[in-house]
């Protein structure tokens, strides 16, 4: 069997020739072709010369792997089949892939996150054989072997880390070639650290009511962006805090559900997944006490309703002095514009017609029955009782109109 080897190497999805040939031997032997067991004569071709037999197995490996390849030979001598067997063990080659990173076997590509002084250990693996070379590249440097360890500084944020790997063939029978084969892949570092502390951290002005309260704060912008906000509080002088994650973009935050009249504590902190932040300086207030703000929402709305109560007595007060004023008493001799008016001619009846409408006047103010009144001081006593008649309502003229009262108005 040609090679002569025990060992080959042929290569993936290239056509490798093995060779079988036999003795003389009559009749002439049959010569089958085997891998791993499973026939492929039909892979191969034979001729006879005499009685010899050669055959040639065109073999096409088209999986990556190792297998047994064998050559039987097979004749018969006095009715008994007599065989011959002679077998190679072949490694197929095949070129070197595109390698791949992984960090505690995960596989990572691109832009790789890790974390500021972490021991971070990187692998490269790529399929090959011969087996590949591992050869890495980290600023400037070159290291040897899959697998690589490095302590993650801040300056390296932003480096590139190459993996390189090659195989070189082997001829069939295992001796080098001048065929081989390399790829490479590339990730880069992105270095993160905790974040900073949030900064101006404060209570809103004006926020605080009986069990809610506003607080703010800015990010800092040393540091790398947290991921979430995480903030702190308790009643002054309690053992233990609350706590309440927040995203990163928030800058502030309503805190409900305290309890009135008490003093707290709040602080906060900044987290992402290379760290915590320290936490910031404690901000204290205090809730409000809903009895205080009843007294004084109480004590404003009796002043206004005692304002109120004030201005409206005074302006009381202030309408009966003015009406007061306006009242003009009716003096002795008010009626004098009555008598004047008479002529010496008028007689009696005529003069009770034109008194008629101030008795009905009086009749309404209540002004009647009353004897001797002053207005009649300057009328003769013999004309007094037509008048006491009209401001006793004791006068026979019935048909006296309201609208014949004089335009002034007299009063007791």
């Given at each position: 069997?040609?090679?002569t080897?025990?060992?080959?190497?042929?290569?993936?999805?290239?056509?490798?020739?093995?060779?079988?040939?036999?003795?003389?031997?009559?009749?002439?032997a049959?010569?089958?072709?085997?891998?791993?067991?499973?026939?492929?004569?039909?892979?191969?071709?034979?001729?006879?010369v005499?009685?010899?037999?050669?055959?040639?197995?065109?073999?096409?490996p088209?999986?990556?792997?190792?297998?047994?390849?064998?050559?039987?030979?097979i004749?018969?001598?006095?009715?008994?089949?007599?065989?011959f067997?002679?077998?190679?063990?072949?490694?197929?080659?095949?070129?070197v892939?595109?390698?791949?990173v992984?960090?505690?076997d995960?596989?990572?590509?691109?832009?790789?996150?890790?974390?500021?002084?972490d021991?971070?250990r990187?692998?490269c693996?790529a399929?090959?054989?011969?087996?590949p070379?591992?050869?890495?590249?980290?600023?400037?440097?070159?290291?040897?072997?899959?697998?690589?360890?490095?302590?993650?500084?801040?300056?390296?944020?932003?480096?590139?880390?190459?993996?390189s790997?090659?195989?070189?063939l082997?001829?069939l029978?295992?001796?080098?070639?001048?065929?081989?084969?390399?790829?490479w892949?590339t990730?880069?570092?992105?270095?993160?650290?905790?974040?900073?502390?949030?900064?101006?951290?404060?209570i809103k002005?004006?926020s605080?009511?009986?069990?809610?309260?506003?607080?703010?704060?800015?990010?800092?912008?040393?540091g790398?962006?947290?991921?979430?906000?995480?903030?702190?509080?308790?009643?002054?002088?309690?053992?233990?805090?609350?706590?309440?994650?927040?995203?990163s973009?928030?800058?502030?935050f309503y805190?409900?559900?305290?309890?009135?009249g008490k003093r707290?504590?709040?602080?906060l902190t900044?987290?992402?997944?290379?760290?915590?932040?320290?936490?910031?300086y404690?901000v204290?207030?205090?809730?409000?006490?809903?009895?205080?703000?009843?007294?004084?929402?109480?004590g404003v709305?009796g002043?206004?309703?005692?304002?109120?109560?004030?201005?409206?007595?005074?302006?009381?007060?202030?309408?009966?002095?003015?009406?007061?004023?306006?009242k003009?008493?009716?003096?002795?001799?008010?009626?004098?514009d009555?008598t004047?008016?008479?002529?010496?001619?008028?007689?009696?009846?005529?003069?009770?017609?034109?008194?008629?409408?101030?008795a009905?006047?009086?009749?309404?103010?209540?002004?009647?029955?009353?004897?001797n009144p002053?207005?009649l001081?300057?009328?003769?006593?013999?004309?007094?009782?037509?008048y006491?008649?009209?401001?006793?309502i004791k006068?026979q003229?019935?048909n006296?109109m309201?609208?014949?009262?004089?335009?002034?108005n007299?009063s007791n």
């Amino acid at each position: 069997m040609d090679p002569t080897v025990c060992t080959s190497y042929p290569k993936y999805n290239d056509t490798t020739l093995y060779t079988c040939i036999t003795s003389p031997s009559r009749p002439r032997a049959a010569i089958n072709w085997f891998e791993d067991g499973r026939n492929i004569t039909n892979m191969s071709s034979s001729t006879y010369v005499s009685d010899v037999t050669a055959s040639v197995l065109r073999y096409l490996p088209t999986v990556n792997r190792q297998s047994n390849i064998s050559c039987v030979a097979i004749y018969e001598y006095r009715e008994a089949l007599i065989s011959f067997t002679r077998s190679t063990t072949a490694f197929v080659q095949f070129r070197v892939s595109k390698p791949t990173v992984s960090i505690n076997d995960v596989n990572v590509s691109g832009i790789v996150t890790v974390l500021v002084g972490d021991m971070v250990r990187f692998y490269c693996d790529a399929a090959g054989f011969p087996l590949p070379v591992y050869t890495w590249n980290f600023q400037g440097h070159s290291f040897e072997g899959p697998k690589l360890e490095l302590h993650i500084s801040s300056t390296d944020n932003g480096s590139t880390l190459g993996c390189s790997v090659s195989n070189e063939l082997l001829t069939l029978t295992g001796s080098p070639s001048a065929t081989s084969y390399s790829d490479w892949t590339t990730i880069i570092l992105k270095v993160v650290s905790p974040p900073r502390s949030p900064e101006q951290a404060h209570i809103k002005a004006d926020s605080v009511t009986e069990n809610s309260v506003k607080i703010e704060w800015i990010l800092s912008e040393n540091g790398d962006d947290p991921d979430t906000i995480t903030l702190f509080w308790k009643i002054e002088n309690m053992p233990y805090w609350n706590a309440v994650t927040i995203p990163s973009a928030t800058k502030s935050f309503y805190l409900q559900g305290l309890e009135q009249g008490k003093r707290y504590e709040v602080k906060l902190t900044a987290e992402n997944i290379a760290g915590v932040s320290n936490e910031t300086y404690i901000v204290t207030f205090e809730t409000k006490d809903s009895a205080h703000v009843a007294s004084i929402v109480g004590g404003v709305i009796g002043g206004a309703f005692g304002l109120i109560f004030f201005c409206t007595i005074t302006f009381v007060i202030y309408r009966k002095c003015l009406m007061k004023r306006d009242k003009q008493p009716l003096q002795e001799n008010s009626y004098e514009d009555l008598t004047k008016t008479r002529s010496p001619t008028t007689d009696l009846e005529s003069y009770s017609t034109s008194a008629g409408p101030v008795a009905e006047c009086y009749e309404e103010t209540g002004f009647h029955g009353r004897s001797n009144p002053t207005y009649l001081k300057d009328v003769p006593q013999e004309q007094q009782e037509n008048y006491e008649y009209v401001g006793n309502i004791k006068s026979q003229q019935k048909n006296v109109m309201a609208t014949q009262i004089n335009s002034r108005n007299y009063s007791n």
